[in-house]
């Protein structure tokens, strides 16, 4: 380095200006390090009044308050089943009053809920009543549309409903989706909910997959600079799988075995094959940046 290179290069040194540099570097990893939400994913929790299940969840929130969430995303399932032909209007009520009882703990949280397959009843007399269906589903829950969106702290959430002919979108829905993705600034983060998975190694061992998740893969790259995670149940069984810059994550079931004992496969009380009951909390930063974490709640 020539002389007056030298006293100029010392020179900006003196003054911070090369020195910043790494100071900088330590302040935005240190952002990077709070997560500015954090969010707890509840799924599958199946609630029924039989098997102490409404006490037994209760606890399992308690332990999902301490984690000190932000608020409660919900996977669907929310009730035990309501789409079997043999369900009667009473098992409808009761179940649904089990779930109200058990929110009760929830107080001053927010909670943005998905429908899943068992929620809605199907077996209503007829397709005029108040209680058939998913728009009953969408009332109970307190969900403002069968699908929709909203933002926190600069994170855009995006709830799907797949309880549609070959477990899909339909094409009103997708064309929203499409449309909401494509009118959020550049590099907004992303996370999408559904009850079903898109992706994920549970499909391969129980199925229960989006049919149109190569057209939602093709989406999702389109908009890889938004989309960060995609969250599903369904299966009762946890993963993640990282795909195309995506976390696919099914976050298991509140419920485990159905707050049954297992089966044959379980590895434990309450599993189902080698998935514990449990619930997933996430940590969302401000860069995109994901943390997904299952917690068994052995309840």
């Not at 240190?30 to 098997?51: C, F, G, S, W």
């Not at 899909?168 to 559904?194: F, R, V």
Request: charged share 25%.
């Amino acid at each position: 380095m020539k002389r007056r290179q030298l006293l100029k290069h010392i020179g900006l040194a003196a003054t911070g200006v090369v020195a910043s540099a790494p100071a900088s570097f330590a302040q935005q990893e240190k952002k990077r390090l709070k997560p500015v939400i954090t969010v707890a994913h509840i799924t599958d929790v199946h609630i029924r009044p039989q098997l102490n299940a409404p006490a037994r969840f209760k606890e399992c929130l308690k332990l999902v308050k301490k984690h000190k969430v932000d608020f409660i995303l919900n996977g669907g399932d929310s009730i035990h089943a309501a789409d079997y032909d043999d369900i009667t209007r009473a098992r409808v009520n009761e179940q649904w009053d089990a779930w109200f009882d058990c929110m009760q703990e929830l107080k001053g949280y927010d909670m943005y809920s998905c429908i899943g397959n068992h929620d809605p009843w199907w077996a209503a007399p007829v397709k005029t009543d108040t209680m058939y269906g998913k728009e009953y589903v969408v009332k109970q829950l307190k969900m403002p549309h069968r699908y929709y969106s909203f933002d926190r702290k600069g994170w855009r959430f995006i709830i799907l409903d797949g309880n549609n002919p070959k477990v899909s979108l339909d094409d009103e829905q997708y064309q929203w989706l499409e449309k909401d993705l494509n009118a959020l600034p550049e590099g907004t983060p992303t996370l999408l909910m559904s009850h079903f998975p898109v992706f994920g190694a549970t499909p391969v061992l129980v199925g229960g997959n989006h049919s149109d998740n190569k057209k939602l893969k093709d989406l999702f790259y389109r908009h890889r600079d938004k989309v960060r995670v995609f969250l599903s149940g369904h299966n009762h069984l946890y993963d993640k799988v990282l795909y195309n810059g995506v976390w696919y994550c099914c976050n298991g079931a509140m419920s485990g075995f159905w707050w049954e004992q297992g089966d044959k496969e379980s590895v434990g009380i309450g599993y189902y094959q080698e998935t514990p009951p449990g619930f997933a909390i996430l940590k969302l930063f401000a860069d995109g940046t994901v943390e997904n974490e299952y917690y068994p709640h052995g309840q």
